[in-house]
């Protein structure tokens, strides 16, 4: 399971229809490294973070789920 | 038959064990050692085929898996198997092979008229011509799939066994030529876990068909001796008769092992063929490469064939694929191989070489055995029907574009051609690495390797012997280093000096030029495609390399296009005036060659094990009481208990009207169950669920439903509080993991500061469902909780033995009845359900399935998430407003539920239909139009979600989700179906006892 | 005191007693069912000393891998997350056990021992047989007696023990889904013989002497 990562959920108070809209729907298609959420289902049922380049598949880091993303070359792509 | 093309001696057959075999219908012999083609052309079978679109009497070409023609129907009966390849097919006695492509024989074939009409069928006929009109397509197609139709799948299950076996190695080494061998041993002997796999019966790849000697043996001693040694190393695993077919993402790749295809019927014991999933630390590739033909007019006769290929039939298996030879080549390698057939006792009338001063190691050699060497000649026409006769010979231009001069014919029936060599990067290219365009080679090599692979050999485009040796073992000694191991490339094997360096001295000439106008020069024999149809598809403008290969069908048969990619390719820049790689080449993709679909599925097939199935503790008592199962995500799940002479809708209505009658019980254990404890477990719950949960009260229960963030319903269930910080949650069947780690998944990303721990428990404990207005009655004879009313009220639940097992009682229920539900250690299950099948006999208890009761809930109008939702309906489009709390301050989709799309008015709501024909039972999924007579596309405004015959209503009963349907109650709607169109009103969606009366009575 | 022989195992109705062979030397793969093993979920911040001191196993900090002690094994499942299996009927024990040292921490402890069944494996065929169907590196440089790892056989979920390196390997497997797993595990050994060998013996599991209390 992956999906992309760092997405805040905002205050569901004070946030807008379309920043609501954008938190529950809109999401990044880079072509190049993209930061994500991968759930570990046939082990340890951890969540955890990685950065992957969506071309070549290669892992380039897997870091904490609490964890912010580190700096990689290649940045975010472009979506 | 005698095999009147066998040598006397040489070759690595076995003379002494004679092997009976039987090709089309005819019975022949050959030898331990020999393949289909090798046996065919000792015996002079030289037709093997016909061609696929014209129909053209074919030849072998090569001698592995590029071979384009001689495509076999291996087998008979339920082992049949179609386009096996005959250079590929060890031979056993017993075999028995047909031709393909041909009816009724090769020798004479119906299609051939096909090749006199062949004017009129060029490249992309079929598109043109059948496509449209659609409908006419469906008629034309049977005729030409029969006349064309590549093999015959078998027609009877597949009674062979199959395996899949995942391994893991350090290095994996794909290939076990002369570079691919180096590479195992000095990868090998630093004692990583090695894997050697080649696709040919013995190690050795080009060594067994040399004459070269290594280290002062001959080179298939060589390579037996380091298998051998290899043989010995505890961590190497070698495969033979392996084919390494996929190369995919962090260097995994699956090979298929051929175990028993080479051995008589009565000797193959267990599996005939395993696939290896590997995940190898580092790769090389050592795949060699594959000889090119020569594009010439009629150069598709049989006995035109590859000149490393009769070299390999000559020198490994003793047969002389000829009498007399003409060479035709543009490089140095087919003078190599016109001395080993010369050797091998064929007459070479003739070296024809497109180049102007042919001068190389070999070049001087057979010159010095007096083989005549024609320079800057072309061969422009090849004589004889089923089998070449003779060749026309003459002058090329300095430019390569046209021949002159006086015609010169050879008499021979045997063309060793020879267009230079393709590597092998499949794999390569596979695995992600670009491929490079190489001049001097004329041909595409594989680039920086994208993966912790190497390339070695032939398929590097090292074609001398020593280079092969020496870049095997430092390549493997390099990815044993890299994967942490001690490794020394060791000492290279000495060589001949007489070896030459591999240089090929390559011209290429793509197109080779002939005097005969509209003579058929083909590129790719397999798919009848000649120069002259790319040139049709270059002038109609089918530019980009896929369409030219979709347009032309250019390697698109069984081949692959393994001898025709990159003629095809170079024919087209010379057209668009531009270099191959800028033409670039199509996808290397899946599967290098074909893999029998049974070898795939492994032992994964057949009812107990296509598919995991998931059974309940009472599992065998449902299936000796006439269960009809349904598949309930992996689970079997009794749909209905059918009795003696009972048809399914009898037993559910039986099943039905006995739950409201009297009594009667489900197994529910299916039904997802969480554990959910800490501190924090009962905010965690209201955040999840759209009602409260921290206000229930421990030893009560409650209904809730969870939606998405965006407000949309997810899953439900009953939710009892065990303790002050335990919960018991139920999901619903199918939803159970998702559930679980939905629950997850936010604990551990977004409420990190929440202390609460889930734990599945959804078959530590069994349920039962006891349905009907008997059921307290019933319960009670089987334990001391006292059920009444009073003492133990609807959503509440109480620890007790029953039938003397430790249960939990919860007084739930789904159907609308007085109902309880039993939830007993599941190895207790089977006693407990027993026991109320005993006790209940005198109420006249019956088991009833899901089903009955989706009827019974249906006749309430309890709705089924993932049945009556599809994940865009919220609760109030349910008309389930009351289960989303207002005094929380917020839970995952109330923000969602205020959105405007949300709150639209015309969403689709949930009612209760009732047809105008009480009889008639509409189809679940079927669409609601209000304008049901509308050409297409006709407009829908809803569907049916849920619709049984109800016999306690006496009707059919039906639920959808029609547009604002909570105000239009009473109206009449319209379900248009394949021959009518059905009417039926809008109701409510409670059909039976609307206030809940016997629920809680 | 409920009734034992009310008590069926997952694949009871395979009635494997009848079916142990006198000589599973011979065979290339020996499938046992391991019925009723005791089995607790412990989940949260624990104190690992506590339990060792109420349980007599100590819980495992590094990853995959398995303590013993007091004839119990302590499983890791994932950070913070562990497995305890013991004899048949200890459970109550144990998790009364655990539920007294570690109150009003905040753990999760459950019971569920009724939920799985082990399937032990053994003979010279039990690595290949697993890797018919389970993508873990099983070769004993990576994986040998001592460690454990969830993954999956086939599409089945698993937890899988190394228990010693005969090889035997202890698969715990949801109860519902452990009759496909023990028909695949027979058809995949097939081709090279299967046995069922009888159930080890189990001795009844008793709490550790309680030390006295030092403050
Ligand atoms: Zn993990």
Redesign the interface.
């Known amino acids: 399971m992956a999906a992309q990562a760092h997405i805040a959920r905002p205050d569901p108070h004070t946030a807008s229809d379309k920043e609501w809209g954008e938190y529950l729907f809109m999401r990044k298609n880079p072509k190049g490294v993209h930061f994500e959420r991968w759930f570990h289902a046939n082990g340890c049922r951890k969540w955890f973070h990685m950065a992957r380049h969506t071309v070549s598949h290669e892992i380039l880091a897997i870091y904490g789920i609490t964890e912010p993303a580190p700096k990689l070359d290649g940045g975010e792509g472009t979506s | 038959m005698t095999q009147a093309f066998r040598n006397a001696d040489g070759g690595l057959i076995d003379r002494g064990t004679r092997i009976n075999f039987t090709y089309d219908g005819q019975r022949y012999q050959g030898n331990a050692g020999d393949t289909l083609a090798s046996a065919l052309l000792a015996n002079g079978v030289r037709l093997v085929g016909r061609s696929f679109k014209y129909h053209r009497p074919r030849g072998i070409v090569g001698s592995g898996a590029e071979e384009p023609n001689a495509l076999i129907q291996l087998g008979e009966g339920a082992l049949t198997e179609p386009n096996t390849r005959a250079t590929q097919i060890e031979l056993f006695e017993g075999l028995v092979a047909n031709s393909q492509n041909a009816w009724p024989g090769v020798g004479f074939d119906i299609g051939g008229i096909n090749n006199i009409v062949s004017k009129v069928i060029p490249a992309g006929f079929y598109y043109k011509t059948f496509m449209w009109p659609a409908k006419s397509w469906m008629l034309y197609e049977k005729f030409i799939r029969g006349a064309a139709g590549l093999g015959k799948a078998p027609t009877e299950p597949d009674p062979d066994?199959y395996?899949?076996?995942?391994?893991?190695c350090d290095v994996l080494v794909v290939g076990a030529g002369p570079a691919g061998l180096a590479a195992a041993r000095a990868a090998g002997a630093s004692g990583a876990?090695i894997i050697l796999a080649d696709e040919q019966s013995g190690f050795g790849g080009s060594l067994l068909s040399s004459k070269a000697t290594v280290d002062g043996k001959s080179g298939a001693q060589w390579a037996a001796d380091v298998t051998q040694e290899l043989a010995g190393q505890e961590e190497v695993r070698l495969l033979p008769r392996t084919t390494v077919t996929g190369y995919y993402?962090?260097n995994f790749l699956v090979a298929v092992e051929r175990i028993t295809d080479h051995l008589p019927f009565a000797d193959r014991?267990?599996?005939r063929q395993r696939v290896w999933?590997i995940?190898a630390k580092q790769v090389i590739l050592a795949t060699g490469a594959i000889e090119r033909p020569l594009v010439f007019a009629e150069n598709d006769r049989p006995g035109v064939m590859l000149a490393d290929a009769a070299k390999t039939y000559v020198n490994r298996f003793g047969a002389r694929p000829g009498s007399r030879a003409v060479v035709f080549t543009n490089n140095d390698s087919a003078y190599r191989a016109a001395i080993d057939a010369a050797d091998g006792g064929i007459h070479v009338v003739a070296i024809v070489d497109l180049r102007a001063k042919p001068e190389g190691t070999f070049v001087r050699q057979a010159r010095d055995r007096g083989i005549e060497v024609i320079a800057n000649s072309a061969i422009t026409a090849v004589k004889g029907a089923k089998q070449v006769s003779e060749v026309d010979v003459m002058t090329l231009s300095d430019d390569g574009t046209s021949v002159s001069g006086g015609r010169r014919s050879l008499d021979c029936d045997l063309v060793m051609m020879s267009g230079g060599w393709n590597p092998t990067v499949h794999l390569a290219s596979q695995s992600?690495a670009k491929t490079v365009w190489d001049d001097t080679l004329a041909t595409f090599l594989p680039g920086e390797p994208?993966q912790a692979q190497r390339n070695v050999g032939g398929v590097a485009g090292q074609f001398g012997l020593a280079a092969c040796l020496e870049s095997g073992a430092s390549a493997g000694a390099g990815a044993a280093l890299d994967a942490g191991f001690d490794a020394q490339a060791g000492k290279t094997p000495a060589i001949e000096a007489g070896e030459g360096d591999g240089e090929l001295n390559l011209r290429p000439i793509w197109t080779v030029p002939s005097d005969r106008k509209g003579a058929k020069r083909f590129h790719d024999f397999q798919n009848d495609v000649t120069a002259a149809d790319i040139a049709l598809a270059h002038r109609e403008n089918y530019a980009s390399v896929e369409h030219f290969k979709r347009y032309t069908t250019t390697g698109m048969g069984t081949d692959q296009g393994k001898t025709s990619n990159v003629n095809g390719l170079a024919i087209l820049a010379e057209l668009r005036n531009e270099p191959v790689p800028s033409v670039g080449h199509t996808t290397f993709r899946p599967f290098y060659t074909a893999v029998t679909v049974g070898a795939l599925a492994?032992?994964?097939t057949g009812p107990?094990?296509l598919?995991?199935?998931?059974?309940?503790?009472m599992?065998?008592w449902h299936e000796a009481h006439g269960a009809h199962f349904e598949d309930v995500g992996?689970?079997k799940r009794p749909y209905c208990y059918l009795r003696e002479g009972e048809s399914v809708k009898q037993a559910v209505d039986r099943e039905t009207l006995a739950t409201r009658t009297s009594v009667a019980i489900l197994d529910a254990s299916t039904l997802g169950k969480i554990?959910i404890?800490?501190?924090d477990a009962a905010e965690f719950l209201d955040r999840i669920y759209t009602n409260m949960f921290s206000s229930l009260k421990v030893g009560s229960c409650r209904y809730g439903f969870m939606c998405k963030?965006?407000g949309m319903v997810f899953d439900d269930g009953v939710t009892a509080r065990i303790g002050e910080n335990r919960f018991l949650m139920s999901t619903t069947t199918g939803g159970a993991p998702n559930v679980l780690?939905w629950l997850?998944?936010w604990l551990?990303?977004?409420w990190?500061d929440l202390?609460?721990?889930?734990?599945?428990?959804?078959?530590?404990?069994a349920a039962i469902a006891i349905a009907g207005p008997n059921s307290r009655r019933l319960l009670s004879e089987l334990t001391n909780v006292d059920l009444s009313n009073d003492a133990f009220p609807f959503m509440t639940w109480q620890d007790g033995?029953v039938a003397?097992?430790?249960s939990r009682i919860f007084r739930i229920s789904f159907s609308g009845e007085t109902g309880f539900e039993v939830q007993c250690?599941?190895?207790?299950a089977?006693?407990l359900w027993r026991a109320l099948m005993t006790a209940g006999e005198k109420f006249n208890i019956m088991p009833y399935g899901t089903e009955a009761m989706h009827v019974l809930r249906a006749e309430k109008g309890f709705v089924i998430v993932g049945q009556d939702t599809d994940g865009t309906t919220t609760p109030h489009d349910l008309g389930m407003s009351w289960i989303v709390s207002k005094k929380k301050d917020?839970f995952l989709g109330?923000?969602?539920l205020a959105?405007?799309d949300t709150l639209r008015e015309d969403r689709k709501q949930l009612v209760g239909l009732i047809t105008d024909d009480p009889n008639e039972v509409i189809p679940e999924g079927a669409h609601i139009s209000p304008e049901p007579h509308a050409p297409p596309p006709v407009p829908m405004e809803g569907w049916v979600s849920s619709s049984y015959y109800s016999p306690n209503c006496g009707r059919s009963i039906a639920l959808a989700l029609i547009q604002r349907g909570h105000e239009r109650m009473g109206e009449s709607v319209a379900i248009p179906l394949e021959d009518k169109v059905v009417r039926a009103k809008i109701v409510s969606s409670v059909f039976f006892d609307e206030e809940g009366e016997r629920l809680r009575g | 005191m409920v009734e034992t022989y009310l008590r069926q195992s997952p694949l009871a109705h395979r009635a494997l007693d009848a079916q142990v062979s006198d000589n599973t030397a011979d065979a290339a793969l020996v499938l046992t069912e391991r019925r009723f093993l005791a089995k607790v979920n412990i989940r949260g911040k624990v104190d690992g000393d506590a339990v060792k001191a109420a349980i007599g196993v100590a819980l495992p900090s590094e990853a995959n891998t398995v303590m013993e002690g007091n004839n119990l094994c302590a499983l890791w499942l994932g950070p913070s997350e562990w497995l305890i299996v013991g004899p048949p009927n200890a459970e109550k024990n144990i998790e009364e056990a655990l539920n007294e040292v570690l109150a009003g921490a905040s753990v999760g402890i459950v019971d569920v021992t009724e939920g799985r069944t082990t399937i032990s494996v053994s003979g010279p065929m039990a690595r290949d047989v697993i890797a018919m169907g389970c993508p873990l590196d099983l070769h004993p440089r990576v994986f040998s007696p001592g460690q454990c790892a969830q993954s999956f056989i086939s599409r089945s979920p698993i937890l899988l023990h190394q228990v010693d390196d005969s090889p035997s390997f202890d698969i715990h497997i949801e109860r519902s889904q452990s009759d496909y797993l023990w028909t695949w595990l027979e058809t995949g050994g097939a081709p090279y013989g299967v046995a069922v060998a009888g159930e080890p013996e189990t001795t009844n599991w008793r709490r550790p002497a309680r030390r006295k209390a030092t403050s």
């Open positions: 066994i395996e899949k076996r995942r391994v893991h876990r993402d962090h014991k267990g599996p999933k995940r992600g994208k492994g032992n994964d107990q094990l598919d995991p199935v998931r059974k309940t503790a599992h065998t992996a689970w554990d404890q800490g501190p963030d965006d780690n997850e998944e551990q990303t977004e990190t202390e609460v721990y889930c734990t599945s428990v959804t078959t530590q404990w033995d003397g097992i430790p250690p599941a190895s207790y089977m006693a917020d109330k923000r969602g959105r405007p």
